[in-house]
């Protein structure tokens, strides 16, 4: 029996979440699975993955084959390079001790990247945010502009409009009297 690890989905059609699983090569994509190792969520940014790594480094130990998609997310968690790790120490041509070391100083670099990674994101979005903001603004500045505008022409017209109005009657007045 050939065991792979891959992804099932659950969710609906446009906001799909996959659980990471071992199962038998020949079972079906969302059929049954020996074993639960994780989630992968895409939707997020970036995509979220929750994933027990002990169980995942037992699980390529023994022989479970991942498939592109898991092997990358494997990857991404440190898993595949803690198997190249491990396997060194099996051969005898590294210590277990300095395997650790190598393993925790790839784990910071990789927190590391991540962080500023999101911190650009975070700080384009806020930029961004900022422009549409100004935009908006200036927007809003051009239009109460042109509604003062039309309002003074309309008080100048509606004030214009009964200076000639009094005027016409103060003449039918003059030639009622000059009569």
Same mark, same amino acid.
């Given at each position: 029996?050939?065991?792979?690890?891959?992804?099932?989905?659950?969710?609906r059609?446009?906001?799909?979440?996959?659980?990471?699983?071992?199962?038998?090569s020949?079972?079906a994509?969302? /059929?049954?699975?020996?074993e639960?190792?994780?989630?992968?969520?895409?939707n997020?940014?970036?995509?979220s993955?929750?994933?027990?790594?002990?169980?995942?480094?037992?699980?390529?130990?023994?022989?479970?084959?991942?498939?592109?998609?898991?092997? %990358?997310?494997l990857?991404?968690a440190?898993?595949?390079?803690?198997?190249?790790?491990?396997i /060194?120490?099996?051969?005898?041509?590294?210590?277990?001790d300095?395997a650790?070391?190598?393993?925790?100083?790839?784990?910071?670099?990789?927190?590391?990247?991540?962080?500023?990674?999101?911190?650009?994101?975070?700080?384009?979005?806020?930029a961004?945010r900022?422009?549409?903001?100004?935009?908006?603004?200036?927007v809003?500045?051009?239009?109460?502009?042109?509604?003062?505008?039309?309002?003074?022409a309309?008080?100048?017209?509606a004030?214009?409009?009964?200076?000639?109005?009094?005027?016409?009657?103060?003449?039918?007045? %003059?030639?009622?009297?000059?009569?």
């Amino acid at each position: 029996m050939s065991v792979k690890i891959r992804l099932t989905k659950r969710g609906r059609k446009a906001l799909a979440i996959f659980d990471i699983v071992v199962t038998n090569s020949k079972a079906a994509r969302d /059929g049954k699975y020996i074993e639960k190792l994780g989630q992968y969520n895409p939707n997020t940014h970036p995509a979220s993955i929750v994933l027990n790594d002990q169980k995942a480094f037992e699980w390529i130990m023994t022989g479970a084959q991942p498939t592109d998609t898991a092997r %990358t997310i494997l990857s991404e968690a440190g898993i595949m390079f803690r198997k190249h790790l491990q396997i /060194g120490v099996n051969k005898g041509a590294i210590t277990q001790d300095a395997a650790d070391k190598k393993l925790a100083e790839w784990k910071s670099k990789k927190e590391a990247a991540k962080s500023s990674a999101k911190g650009s994101l975070e700080q384009t979005k806020a930029a961004a945010r900022k422009a549409r903001l100004e935009a908006e603004a200036k927007v809003a500045a051009t239009r109460a502009e042109n509604i003062k505008l039309k309002t003074l022409a309309a008080i100048e017209a509606a004030s214009a409009a009964p200076a000639s109005e009094e005027a016409a009657p103060a003449a039918e007045a %003059t030639e009622t009297a000059a009569e």
